[in-house]
């Protein structure tokens, strides 16, 4: 982990960290968006929990969703979940950049009153992925969908033994 979850909970942030699974009879990818073991959607989009005012105890968490070895939507989610693959990043795209749903936008039109369920400020939520450098080309593809990968990124060089040593044991 780089030493990046004890930094985070040392700042005030909640991290967790989630690695996603694709074998058959595991749960659709949106449902494996968890924290504390507790899924985030339940049947509904990432945005609206993260937005939900009912959900105002997530946002004093400052929440961090770490998934990691996310090179995997692109080598195993691709080959037999290529549908809940886009799925999952339109969501995880509308939740990062405060976009609420389509669906959801189309909602708000048919009954103005929904909109007071969410807070429409931006969200405290945070999304760190992990890939391997090989796979940042198919990540590219997603960037207009989600503009923010082009804005924060950060490459991790091979350690030295004494900085492997220390990203291990961190005291």
Same mark, same amino acid.
């Given at each position: 982990g780089a030493g990046l979850m004890p930094q985070l909970v040392e700042?005030?942030?909640?991290?967790?960290?989630?690695?996603?699974?694709?074998?058959?009879?595991?749960?659709?990818l949106l449902d494996q968006i968890a924290m504390d073991g507790a899924p985030l959607t339940a049947g509904r989009s990432l945005w609206e929990f993260v937005h939900d005012k009912r959900n105002a105890h997530f946002a004093a968490l400052k929440p961090v969703l770490i998934f990691d070895q996310f090179e995997e939507i692109f080598s195993l989610g691709e080959a037999g979940r290529r549908a809940e693959v886009r799925e999952f990043f339109v969501q995880l795209a509308d939740a990062i950049e405060n976009r609420p749903p389509a669906a959801?936008?189309?909602?708000?039109?048919?009954?103005? #009153? $929904?909109? /007071?369920?969410?807070?429409?400020?931006?969200?405290?939520?945070?999304?760190?992925?992990?890939l391997r450098e090989d796979y940042l080309s198919h990540l590219e593809a997603w960037k207009k969908t989600m503009p #923010? $990968?082009? /804005?924060n990124r950060m490459a991790l060089k091979l350690l030295g033994g004494p900085q492997a040593l220390e990203a291990v044991v961190h005291e």
């Open positions: 700042s005030g942030f909640h991290p967790s960290l989630l690695r996603l699974r694709y074998e058959d009879g595991e749960p659709p959801l936008e189309e909602r708000f039109r048919v009954d103005r #009153a $929904l909109v /007071r369920q969410y807070e429409l400020a931006p969200s405290p939520l945070r999304v760190v992925l992990t #923010a $990968l082009t /804005r």
